[in-house]
């Protein structure tokens, strides 16, 4: 029986297995016009991408009147399977951000770092109890290896610090650091509008997002690398302005008398 003469027989071969799966006659107006681009398809329910197309452009199987695609199946990944590399986010919005560029030195902030270590004023004492208790049951409940299964996501703090706090209170507690022009979320160009930053030593950086002349929040980068000398400035600033100083993800918090339940203990116990 001879071809159609505006048809191609293709070949769809599993790229894994060399096993032919199905060979048919196909109208030249159904194809594309190359498989250089991305390609998929469904074969009897199972999802596969095209890897290989010999030939690859319409010009030449169309001439030639034969096309055999080599496929890859597509392996969908049981969401039961996807493990989370924190047991704890912020529920709150991410600070709104401008695409501009900056003068001066920037600090890049990972999305998920925001809020994870933080100042909170101790009226939220009963609001910090219990997310540190939701974060417990995290880890007693969903740890899994190298991650979790499940992750807390903390609402209950809005608004973290006192009302009237400005960065002038923050940075006259500090003693000598160095400002930063500018703090990212994801990428350098992506600026976080209202930022303040200080750089202390050993490359800890305490930013806020300033509004109205007030502090929205107050958090800690790389707060692994404090020094002796800079813990004691930065519980400085809890101890005079009635803050708590947290490490969410430690479930460690700092105060300078008041206990809170579910903390386990302050989050530079062993800098010395």
């Known amino acids: 029986m001879r071809q159609p003469s505006d048809t191609v027989a293709v070949t769809l071969v599993d790229e894994s297995t060399g096993e032919k799966l199905a060979t048919s006659h196909i109208p030249v ?6 498989f250089a681009i991305e390609t998929s398809l469904d074969i009897a329910g199972q999802r596969y991408t095209v890897v290989r197309a010999d030939p690859p452009t319409k010009l030449e199987f169309a001439h030639r009147k034969t096309l055999t695609l080599h ?3 597509v392996e969908l990944l049981n969401p039961n399977d996807i493990l989370f590399s924190l047991p704890t986010l912020c529920g709150a919005a991410l600070p709104e951000t401008a695409n501009q560029k900056t003068a001066g030195s920037i600090v890049v902030l990972h999305e998920d770092d925001f809020r994870q270590c933080e100042y909170v004023a101790l009226t939220h004492a009963a609001e910090i109890a219990s997310e540190l208790l939701d974060i417990q049951t995290i880890f007693e409940t969903a740890s899994a290896g190298a991650g979790w299964s499940k992750m807390h996501v903390r609402n209950r703090i809005e608004k973290p610090l006192p009302i009237g706090l400005t960065w002038k209170d923050i940075t006259s507690r500090l003693g000598r650091t160095d400002p930063i022009g500018a703090v990212a ?3 350098p160009r992506r600026v976080i509008r209202g ?3 200080a750089s202390m030593r050993n490359g800890i950086v305490l930013w806020t997002v300033e509004q109205a002349g007030e502090l929205g929040c107050l958090c800690l980068h ?7 000398s800079t813990v004691a400035a930065l519980k400085r600033v809890a101890d005079e302005l009635s803050l708590a100083l947290i490490d969410w993800c430690r479930m460690r918090v700092y105060t300078s008398n008041q206990s809170i339940p579910g903390s386990l203990g302050d989050p530079w116990a062993d800098v010395q």
Do not use: I, S
């Open 222 to 228: 790389n707060p692994a690398l404090a020094a002796p």
């Open 71 to 73: 496929l890859q199946k």
């Open 29 to 34: 107006t159904q194809l594309p016009e190359t």
């Open 185 to 187: 979320l994801g990428e």
């Open 195 to 197: 930022a303040r930053a």
